[in-house]
C-alpha cells in the first residue's frame, strides 16, 4: 500500500528537550511538507521541502528544524527554542507539478505534549 | 498569495444539500482552488480541485463563476459523517513558492440527524 506514514502517535516530552517526529512516504513524491496544527485552528507551514537535499521555512519555522536526505524520508525535529511547542504536527507530499496545484496526501499525524 | 474568506460555521441536517462559498478576491490568473477535509485528529484530505465554471466528483461539486472571485462547494444529500471542517486554498503549490499552502480555519461543518 502507498502512502504516508508519521511516528509517534503521540509523543511526550520534557521542557528543554529536542525531540524529532518521523515522516515517510512511498508514494515517490518529490515535495514533502511539515504543518502544526494548534486546537481550533487551521494548519500552518513550519518547513517545506520541493527535492531532496533541499527544503524552505515556512510561515512558523522558529524553533524548527529539518533534513531531506533521502526522497521518502522528511524529520522534523522540535527544538528547545520552540516556546509552544505542544500541537499536533502532520507531514504531507505531493507530486510538483508546474502549471496546477497537487494534491497533498497527509499523514495521521503526531500530537506533542509537551510536560 | 491569495486570500481566502469563508464561514467559521454551518449547521445542516442529513439529507440536506451543503453549500459553502468561499471568497478570494485578489485570485492569480494561474491559482487552482482546491478545497480539503479534515476529521478531528486526522489529517485534512483533498476534495476536489477547479480553475473555471463547474467541477464534479463523486462527493462533491465545485462552482466557479467566471471572475473567479469565489466558489462554491456542493455537498449532495450529507450525511453525520460529512461533519468535519472544510478547508478552501488558491494558489499553486509548484514551482519555487509555498503558495496554495496556506489552509486558514476553515469551515466547521455540523450535520444534525
Known amino acids: 500500500d502507498g502512502g504516508i506514514t508519521q511516528s509517534p502517535k503521540y509523543l511526550f516530552r520534557k521542557e528543554g528537550q529536542n525531540v524529532t517526529l518521523s515522516c515517510e512516504q512511498n508514494?515517490?513524491?518529490?515535495?514533502m511538507y511539515w504543518y502544526r496544527q494548534d486546537p481550533g485552528q487551521g494548519l500552518r507551514l513550519i518547513y517545506y521541502s520541493q527535492i531532496v537535499n533541499d527544503f524552505q521555512k515556512g510561515d512558523i519555522a522558529e524553533g524548527y528544524s529539518v533534513s531531506r536526505e533521502k526522497k521518502e524520508s522528511f524529520p522534523l525535529t522540535v527544538t528547545s527554542a520552540q516556546k509552544n511547542p505542544t500541537a499536533f504536527y502532520l507531514c504531507?507530499?505531493?507530486?510538483?507539478?508546474?502549471?496546477?496545484?497537487?494534491?497533498?496526501?497527509f499523514g495521521p499525524g503526531t500530537r506533542l505534549t509537551v510536560l | 498569495l491569495a486570500k481566502t474568506t469563508q464561514p467559521i460555521s454551518m449547521d445542516s441536517y442529513e439529507g440536506q444539500e451543503v453549500n459553502i462559498t468561499c471568497s478570494h478576491n485578489?485570485?492569480?490568473?494561474?491559482?487552482?482552488i482546491t478545497w480539503y477535509q479534515q476529521f478531528p485528529s486526522q489529517g485534512p484530505r483533498f476534495i476536489i480541485q477547479g480553475y473555471k465554471t463547474k467541477v464534479t466528483n463523486e462527493v462533491a461539486s465545485l462552482f466557479i463563476p467566471a471572475d473567479r472571485k469565489s466558489s462554491t462547494l456542493s455537498l449532495p444529500r450529507v450525511s453525520l459523517s460529512d461533519t468535519a471542517v472544510y478547508y478552501c486554498l488558491v494558489g499553486l503549490s509548484s514551482g519555487g513558492g509555498a503558495d496554495g499552502l496556506t489552509f486558514g480555519k476553515g469551515t466547521h461543518l455540523i450535520i444534525q440527524p
Open positions: 504531507a507530499s505531493s507530486n510538483r507539478g508546474h502549471s496546477s496545484y497537487n494534491e497533498q496526501f
Open positions: 485578489n485570485i492569480a490568473t494561474n491559482d487552482y
Open positions: 508514494l515517490n513524491h518529490d515535495a
